[in-house]
């Protein structure tokens, strides 16, 4: 069974990782957190400790079906510099692999990213200065291919559910956000 994966990284922004995978599991989604630090233990960018589920190395990158890198400081700076980590996301999108980032993730992980064309993406403001390659917009949820890009922790709900409509279905997504009071 295909699984998604949500890296874990030291500074990691609390909502846009535990809301995403909350969302996800919510609509069936098989979610495993993965740390890239030295242990399972990842302390986020607000002091909330949380254990991931597994470690990068125990990770078998042909069980992917989506790649979501949430952001945080100086979380989503700690992903980029994960150097297994960048190649994994490179050889996943080449082979068609979704990915996903949120915040400073899009700029500073996906921004790594050799796509081959011109983005359309969005990034917490500030760090559109990293994205030079893409289209960056202020929307808040922008789709562009297998890539999946949000703007911020207020977007983390929105961003969850456009990743569960990708990998699952609108309908999914629908029922997801009205049993959340979303709709």
């Not at 190395?57 to 100086?74: D, I, N, T």
């Amino acid at each position: 069974m295909s699984k998604t994966y949500l890296f874990l990284a030291e500074g990691f922004e609390d909502i846009e990782a535990l809301a995403v995978v909350d969302v996800l599991r919510r609509g069936g989604v098989e979610v495993r957190t993965v740390s890239v630090m030295e242990g399972l233990e990842v302390r986020s960018a607000h002091g909330v400790t949380v254990w991931a589920d597994v470690m990068l190395g125990e990770v078998k990158g042909e069980e992917a079906e989506c790649l979501v890198f949430p952001g945080g400081m100086p979380g989503a700076a700690n992903l980029a510099a994960c150097a297994p980590l960048m190649e994994w996301m490179q050889r996943h999108y080449e082979a068609g692999g979704m990915v996903a980032a949120i915040c400073a993730a899009p700029a500073l992980v996906l921004g790594r990213l050799k796509a081959g064309r011109r983005l359309r993406m969005t990034c917490y403001p500030g760090f559109e200065e990293h994205l030079p390659e893409a289209e960056v917009t202020a929307e808040g949820v922008v789709v562009d291919g297998n890539v999946i890009t949000g703007k911020g922790p207020g977007f983390a709900i929105p961003f969850g559910l456009e990743v569960l409509e990708r990998l699952r279905s609108a309908e999914m997504a629908r029922e997801v956000a009205a049993g959340m009071l979303l709709a």
